[in-house]
């Protein structure tokens, strides 16, 4: 059989499933005070019951939604009042849908909601210890959103000591050492950047940083 066939029987085999999981979808109320906005998305004690066994679908239908809710605020009042109900839904269905956690995250922060954008990173960094890019992206956050130096320093750090970081995270979490008063914190990590980078032109800077801090840099 081709691969061509296999597909759609796949698409054949995966419809029901697909109708199904829209029909229990849609079977779900929230109480909102706009009735027409989102009347059908499920509160989270319903998503059991919901999935039967597919909550990656729940995830993917709720996904949609999300991105079609965040487009129709976007062009017009820029407020997004369920926005956490939706990406905590979502993110319920699927703890490993690491992007929802991000874009829940950046849209929360456009409406300076930065409390539960904080929350839903964190459950983010929770549900995916292993995961260096939500941990960067929650000291990205910090960097630019609160600018609690301190926190995006500890999420950088924890970032950087994970597999497969790459090596500006150690980049930032010195630079936000030295924003959150944390000297030889930062000159330890410049140093091992000036030491260990393949970019002679990162070299330059973290000897820049190291000489600003009143450390001289040591070279292998």
């Known amino acids: 059989m081709g691969i061509e066939k296999l597909l759609i029987c796949g698409l054949v085999l995966a419809l029901p499933l697909v109708v199904s999981a829209g029909q229990r979808f849609a079977a779900q109320r929230v109480h909102v005070a706009d ?3 989102l009347p059908f998305f499920p509160e989270g ?3 059991t019951e919901l999935s039967l066994g597919h909550r990656h679908l729940v995830a993917d239908i ?3 939604t999300a991105i079609q809710y965040y487009g129709k605020h976007r ?3 820029r407020h997004y009042p369920l926005a956490p109900r939706l990406f905590d839904v979502i993110t319920d269905a699927d703890p490993q849908f690491r992007s929802a956690y991000l874009f829940g995250a950046l849209i929360l922060g456009e409406a300076a909601e930065l409390e539960a954008a904080e929350a839903l990173l964190r459950k983010g960094v929770r549900e995916n210890p292993l995961s ?3 941990r960067f992206e929650l000291g990205f956050f910090h960097h630019t959103y609160t600018q609690r130096w301190a926190e995006a320093l500890e999420a950088f750090r924890q970032a950087a000591l994970l ?3 790459p090596e500006y995270v150690v980049r930032f979490a010195a630079a ?3 924003r959150a008063g944390s000297l030889r914190l930062a000159a330890e990590l410049w140093a091992a950047i000036a030491r260990e980078s393949e970019n002679e032109e990162v070299r330059r800077i973290a000897r820049e940083r190291l000489a600003a801090l009143g450390v001289e840099a040591r070279t292998p």
């Open 35 to 37: 009735r027409e906005e």
């Open 75 to 77: 062009q017009s009042d």
């Open 163 to 165: 597999p497969g970081a």
């Open 132 to 134: 260096w890019w939500l």
């Open 62 to 64: 709720g996904w949609l």
């Open 176 to 178: 936000a050492g030295e």
């Open 45 to 47: 004690r319903a998503l």
